[in-house]
């Protein structure tokens, strides 16, 4: 109580905040034309130091979104302007190389934010993987704790979900035999959170990748945020392979089969990756239901796992790892 009562005083005074700024930018690598194509969610009254601390956090929760204007989006000797609406932008911008680069967003001639970023060359498949639960430690069929370790917790406290760093490395590497994938991590975190994910991220050593959010809490539900965003993954890359990661914590595992059966080319979705977050009977008796009828209808698999030696010989025995 004694926290939540300081959330809502640090809520009544920072009432006006201070600037425009740059709450989420996200970056998809586009691998025939050796440019990016970028995303950005523009604040008209935020305040930030590092953009990770609970200051900031609170700061993203109660920001306006700009309504108009143009943003000055920059790599290396390229420039281009994009409009603002509604608090979004978005453009293509050609870089020098998809393996290292820097973007930067400014705004009246103020820089508002810069990121390195670092893809392959190209990729053979995609691997779109969900955060909360899946490799980060959130705790989400708990409100309360999820609410906590989201907003108090500083990013060197979270902890990922063990062996997840490690594996999604190998994978990266080419341990499932698919070739090199592009990593999408896809959550219904709000924009706000963007930084404190990527930093996160990077501690641990997760693959790069490109971060797609919620623009905010209220933008949308979980369900039609992440459906459509497989959809959208799916288009940008030519139907590229897809393996899916989740957790049983919220709703991925029906998610993840409605966008099967919603498929006309089935062979683009390889498998499913499910944490058990949850040792209810019930949750893991419906799991494998679900890996029942996916296999049976659509020969595809769907792995739940609750440790890591355990998922990487499931996924050795369903053909998904060498």
Known sequence: MKKLFIVFLLLS???SLWAVDLLD???FPLFDKSSVLFEGVIVSNSYKSEGTGLRDKISGLRSKWLNSGKVTVESGNQKVTAAIKDGEFSGIIEVTSLASFTISVSHDSKILYAENFGFPANADFIIVSDIDDTILVTEVTSRLKMAYNSMFKGVDKRKAVGGTPDFYREIG???TGMG???FVYLSSSPA???RSLKKFLIRNKFPPGTLVL???LTSGDHDHHKTGWLKRILEKYNKKPMLLFGDSGEKDPFIYRSFV????DLALVKGIVIHEVTARSEKIE???EFRNFLLEKFKIPLIHWSKIDELKQRMRDDGLLK
Not at 261 to 264: D, I, L, T, V
Request: aromatic letters at 4%; a positive charge.
């Open 13 to 15: 005074q920072v009432s």
């Open 25 to 27: 930018l996200r970056v």
């Open 173 to 175: 590497e080419g341990a």
């Open 180 to 182: 090199k994938p592009h």
């Open 192 to 194: 706000f959170l963007s």
């Open 214 to 216: 919620k623009k905010s």
């Open 261 to 264: 059966e919603s498929r006309e």
């Open 286 to 288: 419906s799991l494998r």
